[in-house]
């Protein structure tokens, strides 16, 4: 009896009505995942990662290449600045040699009026007094000449070299085959490396005919 009346008062589980047709229906769930190949599953999730680092390895190219051109870039303007260095340098060198120029040439007159009485000679013991006083201050301007560079040109073998001589006087002559320097009439000079005043001369050239 007990057992009876416990399966009596036991829940009645519902069971639903079969659909007509007898097929049962199912809650509809999400469509079921297409099973994929292994490898093209593997090849889908490392092409991401292929594409990135395609990408940062075209980034790195083009730092790399504007790195290069930033160092050449940066090369040539140290360069340009050696070159404007040196150039200032040089220019500043000759312009201390040659800005006396002017002022220099100027104090050869000077000197030529000096060679011109020293070729004087004296008459008495007063002249020689004075002789030997001009003789004194031409040494003493030929030094100051020389300190700043100027120095006389020398005719060495006669050849006429109109680099620097100056021919005032030309004179026909059977004696020379090229033109030969007679005489010097004025002296040359030379300041440093640089021609500062050309020597006057008296040239002979061969005859003619």
Do not use: C, W
Request: charged share 35%; hydrophobic share 35%; aromatic share 6%.
């Amino acid at each position: 009896m007990t057992d009876e009346k416990d399966k009596s008062g036991e829940e009645i589980e519902f069971i639903p009505d079969a659909p007509p047709g007898g097929e049962s229906q199912e809650a509809p769930g999400p469509p079921a995942a297409t099973k994929k190949d292994p490898e093209e599953k593997n090849a889908e999730s490392g092409r991401p990662l292929k594409d990135k680092l395609k990408k940062k390895d075209a980034e790195i190219k083009s730092l790399k290449k504007d790195l290069d051109e930033l160092k050449e870039a940066h090369l040539r303007r140290l360069a340009d600045m050696e070159n404007l260095r040196k150039r200032f340098e040089r220019e500043k060198s000759e312009f201390q040699q040659y800005a006396l120029s002017g002022l220099l040439g100027d104090l050869l007159v000077v000197g030529d009026n000096f060679e011109r009485a020293l070729k004087i000679g004296p008459s008495d013991a007063e002249g020689k007094t004075f002789r030997e006083g001009v003789d004194l201050i031409f040494r003493m301007f030929q030094n100051l000449l020389a300190k700043h560079g100027v120095r006389p040109i020398v005719l060495e073998n006669r050849a006429f070299d109109p680099n620097f001589h100056h021919a005032t006087i030309v004179e026909e002559s059977a004696e020379v085959e090229e033109p030969t320097v007679a005489e010097e009439l004025q002296k040359g000079y030379m300041l440093h490396d640089r021609l500062l005043r050309p020597t006057l001369v008296k040239v002979l050239v061969p005859k003619k005919g």
